[in-house]
């Protein structure tokens, strides 16, 4: 029997909530987890949490319509229902409360695992294993004494081929636990084996290494502004790529880094700070509010809302451009409307 006095966890119903307003409003998960009333939730379990049922929202989708269940079960609320239900197939594999939205998901988990076993074909179920990211903060550490630094602990640096791409993602393939190499593209950036717990690292703790995923370290890359050059972030927080930018130009020349959120703005002012990037100016305010005759001295510009490392399909070609601003003659308005062109 129900216990109806029993409440739905509270970390259930924020997931749900975010899950539904990233579903149907758009915007980035992570954007909305700054929001200050959940200063008392660990937010890296949100997170994972919110993200596994976005990854899993079209099986989930398939899975309640060959159960009926959202029909036989009308005062179920269905977003909370798939966050539940990717918490109990593809997350901790449990539901500990005994609220009523919970046991109504319980009481279908066989229906629900036979049909997983059924399609297990066609699921996207399938847990893809990613290397381990970690960019050289070169403002404070040179690639070579953090390659010292880790082969000192043990490590092992082994050196990125020379062949194809192909040949690249091969040998990262056959990373051990204690390999390393340098990334193909970005030689500022380490590759370790998946899995690798680097978090209460010394070098991490003094901002010397970041953990930053190879996808926001290709915008810099792409964008290569020489130092001495002049370069706007649009939207700048956290900083991973504000940093990022000042460690390319050796901290020589200026960048001019855009934040509108208030809280996000101290984020970033903090990053920047504790990572030695003293070329940035940093700027509170909307991008969108930028009007011509401002920020003149400008040559590069970088744009990644939502940030390149939440997952979406980004259209290279327009959103990372070398172009001088006095050679394109564009607004940041105009900039923004032609990302939102590419993604739609």
């Given at each position: 029997m129900f216990e109806h006095s029993v409440k739905v966890p509270r970390h259930y119903k924020v997931a749900a909530n975010i899950f539904k307003k990233v579903s149907t409003e758009g915007g980035s998960v992570k954007t909305l987890l700054y929001d200050n009333k959940l200063r008392h939730f660990r937010t890296n379990v949100l997170y994972a949490l919110i993200t596994e049922t976005i990854k899993h929202a079209a099986d989930i989708d398939k899975i309640f319509e060959t159960c009926s269940l959202?029909?036989?079960?009308?005062?179920?609320?269905?977003?909370?229902?798939?966050?539940?239900?990717?918490?109990?197939?593809?997350?901790?594999?449990?539901?500990?409360?005994?609220?009523?939205?919970?046991?109504?998901?319980?009481?279908?988990?066989?229906?629900?695992?036979?049909?997983?076993?059924?399609?297990?074909d066609t699921l996207k179920?399938?847990?893809?294993?990613?290397p381990r990211y970690v960019r050289i903060n070169t403002n404070l550490l040179t690639t070579s004494d953090a390659i010292r630094a880790f082969q000192d602990e043990g490590y092992r640096f082994i050196r990125c081929t020379s062949g194809s791409y192909d040949d690249f993602l091969k040998q990262i393939q056959q990373l051990t636990e204690y390999d390393f190499?340098?990334?193909?593209?970005?030689?500022?950036?380490?590759?370790?084996?998946?899995?690798?717990?680097?978090?209460?690292?010394?070098?991490?703790?003094?901002?010397?290494?970041?953990?930053?995923?190879?996808?926001?370290?290709m915008a810099v890359h792409l964008l290569a502004p020489p130092p001495g050059s002049v370069a706007l972030d649009m939207c700048a927080a956290p900083g991973m790529k504000t940093t990022q930018l000042a460690a390319y130009m050796r901290n020589q020349g200026r960048i001019y880094a855009v934040e509108r959120?208030?809280?996000?703005?101290?984020?970033?002012?903090?990053?920047?700070?504790?990572?030695?990037?003293?070329?940035?100016?940093?700027?509170?305010?909307?991008?969108?509010?930028?009007?011509?005759?401002?920020l003149e001295d400008v040559e590069y510009i970088i744009l990644d809302p939502s940030c390149s490392g939440s997952g979406m399909e980004l259209c290279v070609q327009q959103l990372y451009r070398g172009n001088?601003?006095?050679?394109?003659?564009?607004?940041?308005?105009?900039?923004?409307e032609t990302r939102h062109e590419c993604l739609s």
């Amino acid at each position: 029997m129900f216990e109806h006095s029993v409440k739905v966890p509270r970390h259930y119903k924020v997931a749900a909530n975010i899950f539904k307003k990233v579903s149907t409003e758009g915007g980035s998960v992570k954007t909305l987890l700054y929001d200050n009333k959940l200063r008392h939730f660990r937010t890296n379990v949100l997170y994972a949490l919110i993200t596994e049922t976005i990854k899993h929202a079209a099986d989930i989708d398939k899975i309640f319509e060959t159960c009926s269940l959202l029909e036989k079960e009308s005062r179920l609320d269905p977003w909370l229902a798939k966050v539940l239900t990717a918490e109990l197939l593809f997350g901790k594999k449990s539901l500990p409360g005994k609220s009523k939205p919970e046991q109504t998901i319980l009481s279908y988990k066989d229906q629900f695992e036979k049909y997983t076993v059924d399609h297990q074909d066609t699921l996207k179920t399938e847990v893809i294993r990613r290397p381990r990211y970690v960019r050289i903060n070169t403002n404070l550490l040179t690639t070579s004494d953090a390659i010292r630094a880790f082969q000192d602990e043990g490590y092992r640096f082994i050196r990125c081929t020379s062949g194809s791409y192909d040949d690249f993602l091969k040998q990262i393939q056959q990373l051990t636990e204690y390999d390393f190499t340098q990334d193909y593209h970005v030689k500022t950036v380490f590759v370790f084996s998946p899995g690798t717990k680097l978090h209460e690292h010394e070098l991490y703790l003094e901002n010397k290494i970041i953990l930053q995923d190879k996808a926001t370290a290709m915008a810099v890359h792409l964008l290569a502004p020489p130092p001495g050059s002049v370069a706007l972030d649009m939207c700048a927080a956290p900083g991973m790529k504000t940093t990022q930018l000042a460690a390319y130009m050796r901290n020589q020349g200026r960048i001019y880094a855009v934040e509108r959120n208030e809280e996000r703005f101290k984020i970033l002012c903090d990053f920047v700070e504790k990572t030695g990037s003293k070329c940035v100016e940093t700027l509170n305010r909307d991008s969108l509010d930028i009007k011509r005759g401002e920020l003149e001295d400008v040559e590069y510009i970088i744009l990644d809302p939502s940030c390149s490392g939440s997952g979406m399909e980004l259209c290279v070609q327009q959103l990372y451009r070398g172009n001088k601003i006095g050679q394109i003659d564009i607004t940041p308005r105009e900039i923004l409307e032609t990302r939102h062109e590419c993604l739609s």
